[in-house]
């Protein structure tokens, strides 16, 4: 037995705006639109994950999701110019990431982050 894939759901009464959130900021697509729900994707693949933890690194809080991209530069320019919450600012951790954190309209504290190495 494996795990194919894990997948993050988020409730909303209005799930086409949300998507449109996360279409704008990360630039990915839907899979599929039934209206009650949306399923968006990049086309990267990547290992199933599923993170627990007792906070979000350097003393920041948990946050429920992370997002990795590969220009983390661009998509924290998006975040900015669309005026999105930003309640981490772009930081260089030491465990070799740099990231910041952004609310989607939902309230989901996003941990978008890029690699260093």
């Avoid at 949300?18 to 290992?47: C, E, N, Q």
């Amino acid at each position: 037995m494996s795990v194919r894939r894990i997948v993050a759901n988020l409730a909303s009464n209005h799930p086409a705006e949300v998507a449109a959130f996360y279409r704008k900021l990360f630039d990915i697509t839907p899979l599929m639109d039934h209206g009650w729900i949306i399923t968006l994707a990049s086309d990267s693949h990547a290992h199933a994950q599923l993170s627990i933890a007792s906070e979000g690194g350097s003393g920041a809080p948990v946050p429920n999701l992370s997002i990795e991209v590969d220009n983390l530069d661009e998509v924290f320019e998006r975040a900015q110019r669309a005026g999105y919450q930003i309640l981490y600012p772009l930081t260089l951790e030491p465990w070799g990431v740099r990231r910041f954190f952004v609310l989607d309209p939902l309230g989901t504290l996003i941990n978008v982050l890029q690699h260093t190495d």
